[in-house]
C-alpha cells in the first residue's frame, strides 16, 4: 500500500488495516521481508490514525458551564 494510499483511508478504515496487519505478523508464518514490509506499512497507518485523531481532537468543543457556551478543547488547561 502507498502512502498516498494510506492518507486516503477514513480513520476507522486504516485502523481495520492496521489490525489486521498485526493480526497477521502475530500468526508466526509470515516471512521476513513480507513482516518488515507490514510493519513498514503499520507505521505509515499508525500516523495517518494518529493525525486523524490529533485533527478531531482539535475540532471537538465543550460546554463552558459557566457561560453556557461552546468552547474550543484546550487539552493544555485540561492539565492545570
Known amino acids: 500500500m502507498s502512502k498516498s494510499q494510506n492518507t ?3 480513520f476507522e478504515d486504516a485502523l481495520e488495516r492496521l489490525e489486521s496487519l498485526i ?3 502475530e500468526d508466526g508464518e509470515t516471512p521476513l521481508a513480507e513482516l ?4 513498514e506499512e503499520g ?8 493525525a ?3 485533527q ?5 468543543e465543550k460546554l463552558n458551564f459557566d457561560t453556557k457556551t ?3 478543547l484546550d487539552p493544555e488547561a485540561e492539565n492545570e
Open 23 to 25: 493480526e497477521s505478523m
Open 52 to 54: 486523524n485523531l490529533k
Open 70 to 72: 461552546l468552547e474550543a
Open 43 to 50: 507505521t505509515k497507518l499508525l500516523k495517518s490514525c494518529q
Open 8 to 10: 486516503e483511508l477514513s
Open 56 to 60: 478531531a481532537e482539535l475540532t471537538i
Open 36 to 39: 518488515v514490509e507490514k510493519f
